[in-house]
Structures are given as structure tokens and as C-alpha cells.
């Protein structure tokens, strides 16, 4: 990939090096708020659903489905969402899925019962799906180079922020509120959140995102592949469904291997498209690119496993130990400042060192698994108190700032800027897909090790499938270091305009 093909695209690589560094550093800040937003309303949901059960009398199946709904309806769109903002602009798809994650907050906020609430969320599944390929379109196509890594940590250091602050603020706003209005404010808070954004957003960003692209107006030739999107959202659909539906039957886990046939019809289908002249949904040869595919693989592996440890640490702090809710929430916030604090000084050193800064963040993650479930095992033999996770999992705070941000900048070095929203969003997809299937089956084990033994074993066995994958994640990134040794790519030199 040269700098050619990206200033090429009258719509993308063209406009990175004509705007100023306060433009594209004010884009960075409006998505920096977006991601912000999007990602405090996960971890401020998780804390009150306990409230939301009580103050709308919702049933176990209805407060599961506050969570599935939203995790449904993100993973569908995503791909399609992408590729919207690559042909029509990017600024103006994110700002119309803010526009429907704003209205959607408030609608759950004001929900009557469990029923109209989980409509809502799934409406703001939609508009996170929406904004949030386009957050990452417009970082390829403003950043270049060093800078791109940097964007990208300043990102990584954003989710830790939210991460950490979410359950804080969610746990303050359920204590004033009481219980019925306390989990209404936890989405309510959402609004002035929204509103802001979009007034930056007419603000700051320049004209060209809020416009449909040239090659998308009037041409024959480039469309959204309508067919293609509803393949692939189904095909998703299929495939997510029995992992976040509690309880779910055996005729339904039948829907996995359609949703594979169907992703088989998909690839065949873009494959045709494309041969018939016209612009497939998602070039498919971006996967013979070994820096994407490899990179794609990497993150659905490490969301497969890692994703599971919070929800482990919870059950084992509050159920295993006895612990509070709000006591099980703090343990986790070192790990979140320390994932902020390495995704800013990864983000500023991925161009240099490359690959090998998402291994070592590997190597640290894998340690801290280790150390974690020596802290499980020494306190139930009295030797340790169980606090001494906040220390094993501040190591995999340091894994989740050094392997997420820096594996997106390295894996999407090579992808041109026209496709930038959609392969972004192929990854985000991944990432769904392995946290869908991973907490299920990570979950599935654990307890299925309590019926048979103590939490202290059942957490052991949990940790130690996550590290399994992990090493297994580690041998792809290794995998990925000899690929770019070979064929000797450099980051910096495929993303800095001549």
C-alpha cells in the first residue's frame, strides 16, 4: 500500500493533509466524547440493573435482554453502518447515530415497564452501531502516520477513563435518585452528552463529512450493496443470538451453523458483485492483507477471552467472597487508569516498535491471569486477602491499553481509505462475535464447575481458560511479527503522505 492510493480518494486521503492540525485534533475530541458517552452507558447499565429489576418489577429474562438487546442490534449494523459512511459521508452518519443513541436514552429513561425499555435499547444499539464505525473511518482518514497512533491511544485512554468513571457515576446516580428514578438518570445522562456532540459536531467538522461522497453521487457503479448488508447482518444475527439469549434452547443454538452458511452466501455474493463491476459492500481483498487478517484475529480472540474477566471478578468478589456490589465495582478501576495510562504510551510508540507492542501487552495480560488466580487460591488457604487482585488485575488493565488501540492502528495501516469505515467495522464485529461467544462459554464452565466444587475452583478454571486463549492469541501476534519480518512492512512508511 502506498500514500498514492490514499490521496487518490477525493472523499478521504486528499482531505488528511489539507486541513490544519486544530481541525483534525477538535474531529479527534468531538469522537473522543462520543466513545465517552457510548461506553459509560454500558458500564453505568451493568451497575443498575439490579435497580431496574426492582423499580419496573422486570423479570431475570427481561433484565438480561437490557444488555442482549442493545449487543444484538450494535453487532447487526455495523458492517452496513460502515460502509454508509465510507460512499456518504462520515461525519453525517455519526451524527445521525448520535442523533438516534440521544433520543433513544431518553425514551429509556421514560420507559413504563421492562418491555418498552428494552425496545429502547435496541434502538441505541442502532445508533452506537451507527456512529462508532464512523469514529474509526475518520481516524484513518485525518491522522497519518505517528499521529494515527497517537489518535488512536488518545482513544484507548478514553475507553479506560469511561471504563473506570461509568460504574462510579452510575452507583452516585442510583443513590440520589432512589430506586425508580436513580436508573432513569443513568440514561437520562446520556442527553447532555448528545447535545453537546452535535453541536461541536456542526461546529468543527468540515463541510466534505457532512456531504455524501463524490464517487457516491449519481454513480452507477458505487451503491451500499443492499443485498450484501442484509446477508451479513442476518448472518450475525444468526450467529449472536443463541450466545446472548439466557437459557436458550437446544432448536435455537441450531441458528450458529446457519448464520455460517449464510456468511459462506455473503462472501460469495461480494465475491460475484464485485466481478459484475460494481462495489461490493466490503473488498474482500482486504483479508488477503496478512496485516488486517491477522489483526482482525487477534482481536476477536482477545475479546473472546478477556471480556469474561470483569464479569468472573464480579461473581467471585460479591458471591465467592461476600463481598458489595459497589466493593466488587472498585476493583476494578486501577486496572481502568492503568489501560488509560498504556493506551497513551502505546499509541505514541506503536509506529516505532510495531507488532511487539501489542505482544508485550499479551505477555502482560497472560501474566496477570496468572497471578490473579494465585491470589484466588492463596486466599482461600488464609494466606492473602482477596484485594490483592487489584494489583494482578492492574497488569491486565496494562494488557487491554497496549493490545486493543495499537493492534487497530497496525491493522488498518494497509487498508485504503475508502474502505476505512467498513473494515473498521469488520473489526468491531469481531469483537461482538468472540465477547458473545466468549462469555457464554467461559461463563457456562465456571458454573457449571461450582455445581461440583467451591467458586475458588470455579474462578480458577474460568481464568485458566481465558489464559489459554490468550497464549493462543500470542502465537497469531508472534505469527503477524515473522509476517511483517518477511515481507518487510512498515507502518510509518505505508501511512505518512509523500
Known amino acids: 500500500m502506498s500514500t498514492d492510493i490514499e490521496s487518490s480518494n477525493p472523499h478521504t486521503g486528499a482531505q488528511a493533509g489539507a486541513e490544519s492540525d486544530s481541525v483534525r485534533w477538535r474531529i479527534l475530541a468531538i469522537l473522543l466524547i462520543a466513545i465517552f458517552m457510548s461506553l459509560v452507558s454500558v458500564s453505568i447499565v451493568n451497575v443498575a440493573l439490579p435497580?431496574?429489576?426492582?423499580?419496573?418489577?422486570?423479570?431475570?429474562?427481561?433484565?438480561?435482554?437490557?444488555?442482549?438487546?442493545?449487543?444484538?442490534?450494535?453487532?447487526?449494523?455495523?458492517?452496513?453502518?460502515?460502509?454508509?459512511?465510507d460512499l456518504f459521508g462520515?461525519?453525517?452518519?455519526?451524527?445521525?447515530?448520535?442523533?438516534?443513541?440521544?433520543l433513544a436514552s431518553v425514551a429509556a429513561g421514560f420507559a413504563p415497564n421492562a418491555d418498552a425499555l428494552n425496545a429502547t435499547r435496541f434502538i441505541q444499539g442502532v445508533g452506537s452501531?451507527?456512529?462508532?464505525?464512523?469514529?474509526?473511518?475518520?481516524?484513518?482518514?485525518y491522522f497519518r502516520g505517528s499521529e494515527r497512533g497517537r489518535a488512536f491511544g488518545y482513544f484507548g485512554s478514553t475507553v479506560g477513563v469511561a471504563v473506570a468513571i461509568g460504574p462510579v457515576l452510575g452507583g452516585l446516580l442510583i443513590r440520589m435518585g432512589g430506586v425508580d428514578l436513580g436508573w432513569r438518570l443513568t440514561f437520562l445522562v446520556n442527553v447532555p452528552f448528545g447535545i453537546i456532540?452535535?453541536?461541536?459536531?456542526?461546529?468543527?467538522?468540515?463541510?466534505?463529512?457532512l456531504r455524501p461522497a463524490p464517487q457516491a453521487r449519481g454513480s452507477r457503479r458505487t451503491s451500499m450493496d443492499p443485498v450484501g448488508s442484509v446477508l451479513l447482518g442476518i448472518a450475525v444475527l444468526a450467529i449472536?443470538?443463541?450466545?446472548?439469549?439466557?437459557?436458550?434452547?437446544?432448536?435455537v443454538w441450531a441458528l450458529v451453523p446457519i448464520g455460517v452458511l449464510l456468511v459462506v452466501a455473503w462472501v460469495r455474493w461480494e465475491q460475484r458483485y464485485r466481478q459484475r463491476g460494481r462495489s461490493p459492500m466490503v473488498d474482500l481483498g482486504i483479508f488477503a492483507t496478512r496485516s488486517f487478517s491477522n489483526g482482525t484475529v487477534i482481536v476477536s480472540l482477545y475479546f473472546l477471552g478477556m471480556t469474561s474477566v470483569w464479569i468472573l471478578v464480579a461473581l467471585y468478589m460479591q458471591i465467592g467472597v461476600g463481598r458489595s456490589a459497589l466493593e466488587a465495582g472498585t476493583v476494578g478501576i486501577p486496572?481502568?487508569?492503568?489501560?488509560?495510562?498504556?493506551?497513551?504510551?502505546?499509541?505514541?510508540?506503536?509506529?516505532?516498535?510495531?507488532?511487539?507492542?501489542?505482544?508485550?501487552?499479551?505477555?502482560f495480560g497472560?501474566?496477570?491471569?496468572?497471578?490473579?488466580?494465585?491470589?484466588?487460591?492463596?486466599?482461600d488457604s488464609g494466606y492473602v486477602s482477596e484485594w490483592w487482585l487489584l494489583g494482578s488485575l492492574s497488569l491486565i488493565g496494562i494488557a487491554q491499553g497496549s493490545v486493543i488501540s495499537p493492534n487497530q492502528t497496525l491493522t488498518l495501516a494497509e487498508v485504503p481509505l475508502n474502505y476505512a469505515g467498513s473494515s473498521g467495522a469488520i473489526m468491531q464485529t469481531g469483537q461482538r462475535i468472540g465477547t458473545s461467544i466468549g462469555i457464554a462459554l467461559i461463563t457456562a464452565a465456571v458454573f457449571a464447575t461450582v455445581n461440583i466444587a467451591s467458586w475458588t475452583v470455579a474462578v480458577t478454571v474460568g481464568f485458566?481458560?481465558?489464559?489459554?486463549?490468550?497464549?493462543?492469541t500470542l502465537a497469531v501476534a508472534f505469527k503477524d511479527l515473522r509476517d511483517r519480518m518477511r515481507t518487510r512492512v512498515v507502518p510509518e512508511k505505508v501511512a505518512v503522505p509523500a
Open 51 to 85: 435497580s431496574i429489576q426492582e423499580g419496573l418489577g422486570a423479570s431475570q429474562s427481561d433484565v438480561q435482554w437490557v444488555l442482549s438487546g442493545y449487543a444484538l442490534t450494535f453487532g447487526v449494523v455495523l458492517v452496513a453502518a460502515g460502509r454508509a459512511g
Open 90 to 102: 462520515r461525519g453525517g452518519m455519526f451524527m445521525i447515530g448520535v442523533v438516534v443513541f440521544t
Open 129 to 141: 452501531g451507527l456512529l462508532n464505525p464512523q469514529g474509526v473511518g475518520m481516524i484513518q482518514q
Open 197 to 209: 456532540i452535535l453541536l461541536l459536531a456542526f461546529a468543527w467538522f468540515p463541510r466534505p463529512l
Open 240 to 251: 449472536l443470538f443463541p450466545f446472548v439469549e439466557s437459557g436458550s434452547s437446544t432448536a
Open 335 to 363: 486496572a481502568a487508569i492503568m489501560s488509560a495510562i498504556a493506551a497513551n504510551w502505546a499509541g505514541k510508540r506503536v509506529i516505532r516498535y510495531g507488532r511487539k507492542v501489542v505482544i508485550g501487552g499479551l505477555f
Open 366 to 379: 497472560l501474566g496477570g491471569l496468572i497471578l490473579s488466580i494465585a491470589v484466588v487460591l492463596l486466599h
Open 464 to 472: 485458566g481458560l481465558i489464559a489459554a486463549i490468550v497464549a493462543i
